[in-house]
């Protein structure tokens, strides 16, 4: 049992499936290890035993009936703290909501439990989700599974920090400017920011409504795919939520083709990978190439501007979102989250309209570049994973922006480590609504490496 919460998502869908593993132990097995490590990792705010514990059991009187309800029934997760469950607090890892209690589930957790999915519990993040560290004044650093003393990313951190060590099987984060995308990285998951509005948002607390989604994390892209299978759909109550035009089929094949294959690598980014993340990105795409890819590099007029461009934006719809608390003397933000808002608030309309004209601009000339080739490539991070005692890269998101601007799934997953052990991201992004395409690469380049199967244990 001491090793049932090491096992990928669909290797426990299988067992339950089989009746090899039941519920109530795959849970117990969860917060064994949650009880054993979270005073380290600090990935939850919140662990929720005895709930989980009885969605358990009535997972498990379903399966002995032969009445499951999908693959995902009994299978432990967590959501990061932003997402509502009823009857449970929603922080958003803010002191001013320590008693902030949801009054119905968000739409994605209303799904989860439709498919019988049981929840652990609610996951640390960075402060309102403003930063990539989660090293949160009020909730405490949440660490790195492979590295204790590092960052595992924001800001969902606690998101990737549970799942690399063996906390939660899966995990939903949620994704304004590579929030999803930084932790998995820097854990050595797989993590997928989808398109836009095709995962729904209703029922979270929204930082930016413009550039934010939510999306799955855990280990293998075959999870990824199955959480997504689930999590995908128009929500008729979201005005922003968005059918696919065509139906997406989120079931990947045993062995995808990529014969033929165009890759995209996007040159003009502001920012320089590390040697190390350079390397380990081109041993990546020589993997790809053996594969069948063709590769092209791609100029994207203005991508060098993409990072600000979005985070302007991040900035001036926080500062709405979050006005009234920031209009009340008695709400303690930490001093970089007060600068950003105030910052957001206090920007003219000259810098707002012309971070909005960028995106315009790059959204069309990314829409006529995917009519060249059918993805882009590139590491999902400039660095791997520094100390807390390090201040952290201020273009750590200079690949991923794009992702959010222009609407575009992508997907981080394992392709290396540096010679310190720290884990390393490669991202695909593809056009809106190929968010398959996007999986079905990720899953053919796990199968010609193995970094996906590596454990943070192997660190500790």
């Not at 309209?353 to 960028?358: G, K, L, N």
Request: charged share 20%; with cysteine.
């Amino acid at each position: 049992m001491n090793d049932v919460p090491d096992l990928s998502l669909n290797t426990l869908c299988g067992l339950i499936r089989d009746r090899a593993l039941g519920p109530r132990e795959v849970v117990d097995a969860y917060l064994e290890r949650i009880e054993a490590a979270d005073g380290v990792l600090n990935a939850y705010i919140t662990v929720t035993a005895d709930e989980a514990q009885a969605q358990a059991d009535e997972s498990e009187r379903r399966h002995r009936q032969g009445a499951a309800l999908g693959p995902l029934d009994g299978v432990p997760m967590a959501l990061k703290d932003l997402i509502d469950v009823a009857g449970i607090v929603t922080s958003n890892g803010m002191a001013v909501r320590r008693d902030a209690i949801a009054e119905t589930d968000a739409e994605v957790v209303r799904r989860l439990k439709a498919a019988g999915a049981v929840l652990l519990g609610k996951l640390n993040m960075h402060e309102a989700a403003m930063g990539a560290s989660n090293d949160n004044v009020h909730f405490g650093r949440c660490h790195n599974p492979w590295a204790v003393g590092r960052t595992p990313g924001g800001s969902s951190g606690g998101a990737g920090a549970a799942v690399a060590g063996g906390l939660a099987a899966c995990a939903l984060g949620s994704d304004n400017m590579g929030s999803i995308r930084i932790p998995s990285a820097f854990c050595g998951i797989a993590g997928l920011k989808p398109t836009n509005d095709l995962v729904s948002t209703r029922g979270m607390v929204e930082l930016s409504w413009s550039t934010g989604t939510v999306g799955p994390m855990t280990r293998g892209v075959d999870g990824v795919a199955l959480l997504m299978s689930v999590l995908a759909g128009p929500d008729v109550e979201n005005p922003r939520s968005r059918s696919a035009p065509v139906t997406l089929d989120f079931a990947l094949p045993d062995e995808p083709a990529l014969a033929g294959l165009k890759v995209g690598l996007p040159e003009t980014f502001s920012t320089a990978p590390e040697p190390e993340v350079a390397s380990a990105f081109e041993q990546a795409l020589a993997v790809l190439s053996e594969l069948g890819a063709e590769f092209r590099p791609v100029e994207i007029e203005g991508l060098e501007h993409s990072r600000k461009a979005c985070l302007l934006i991040i900035e001036s719809e926080a500062a709405v979102s979050y006005g009234v608390h920031m209009d009340d003397p008695a709400v303690a933000f930490a001093p970089d989250i007060r600068q950003q808002l105030d910052y957001g608030r206090a920007l003219s309309s000259a810098k707002l309209v012309d971070a909005f004209r960028t995106r315009g601009l790059l959204r069309r000339r990314v829409e006529a570049i995917f009519r060249e080739v059918d993805v882009l490539v590139t590491p999902t991070t400039p660095c791997p994973a520094h100390s807390f005692d390090e201040a952290g890269p201020k273009e750590l998101a200079t690949y991923m922006a794009l992702a959010n601007l222009c609407a575009l799934p992508g997907l981080s997953v394992p392709m290396g480590c540096t010679e310190a052990g720290l884990p390393l991201g490669l991202q695909i992004m593809a056009a809106p609504f190929r968010d398959p395409l996007v999986l079905r690469l990720g899953k053919a380049f796990e199968q010609r490496t193995d970094w996906h199967l590596r454990r943070s244990e192997s660190r500790t």
